[in-house]
């Protein structure tokens, strides 16, 4: 093969099989692609496009949810910690226990026996499901400004007074 300065020269040293040596459809779509040098950036498509949409509405809501979704995960923690010390675990078992219960998995390995532990271990399950909701919501929204027009997405002249 020969070198270029615009890259390798592959296609002249490469011997053409006899099947693409008579002119069919087949022969001519393997000549566009043995020939046809290949991109080096792809075009964007209408899917990375959206993609991109949809990971920026994801960050600007969770930019506004995020501080109800810190005080939920600390107050998750906090009743972590109360269970454990009621119950008398280590550190990294409260930790996770309201970890697998606020993510309403519940394995089962660890389970509080006090009825106040328990009506604790309730409260951080109902926690995880506002969490999960939350979390949910914030996709959908930037799911549905992600599949709007961007012209539908911000009308012009909506909110201003008119000048009659």
Same mark, same amino acid.
């Given at each position: 093969?020969?070198?270029?300065?615009? =890259?390798?020269?592959? *296609?002249?040293?490469?011997?053409?099989?006899?099947?693409?040596?008579?002119?069919?459809? &087949?022969?001519?779509?393997?000549?566009? %692609?043995?020939?046809?040098?290949?991109?080096?950036?792809?075009?964007?498509?209408?899917?990375?496009?959206?993609?991109?949409?949809?990971?920026?509405? $994801?960050?600007?809501?969770?930019? !506004?949810?995020?501080?109800? /979704?810190?005080?939920?995960?600390? !107050?998750?923690?906090?009743? =972590?910690? /109360? !269970?454990?010390?009621?119950? &008398?675990?280590?550190? #990294? &078992?409260?930790?996770?226990?309201?970890?697998?219960?606020?993510?309403? %998995?519940?394995?089962?390995? @660890? !389970?509080?026996?006090?009825? %106040?532990?328990?009506?604790?271990? %309730? $409260?951080? #399950?109902? @926690?995880?499901?506002?969490?999960?909701? /939350? *979390?949910?919501?914030?996709? *959908?929204?930037?799911?549905?400004?992600?599949?709007?027009?961007?012209?539908?997405?911000?009308?012009?002249? *909506? $909110?201003?007074?008119?000048?009659?």
């Amino acid at each position: 093969m020969e070198a270029r300065a615009g =890259g390798l020269s592959a *296609v002249q040293s490469l011997p053409v099989p006899e099947e693409l040596a008579t002119p069919s459809h &087949e022969a001519t779509l393997w000549r566009a %692609i043995l020939v046809q040098p290949p991109r080096m950036k792809a075009p964007k498509s209408s899917a990375v496009r959206m993609r991109r949409r949809f990971m920026t509405g $994801c960050w600007n809501e969770f930019r !506004v949810i995020w501080p109800i /979704l810190s005080g939920l995960a600390f !107050v998750q923690l906090a009743l =972590g910690l /109360l !269970v454990g010390v009621l119950e &008398e675990w280590s550190l #990294g &078992e409260s930790l996770y226990f309201s970890a697998i219960t606020g993510l309403t %998995i519940g394995y089962g390995d @660890i !389970v509080p026996l006090r009825f %106040i532990a328990r009506l604790l271990a %309730i $409260c951080i #399950g109902f @926690i995880g499901i506002l969490t999960t909701g /939350l *979390v949910a919501a914030i996709g *959908v929204r930037a799911l549905q400004q992600a599949t709007e027009e961007p012209d539908a997405a911000q009308p012009a002249d *909506v $909110c201003r007074p008119s000048a009659e």
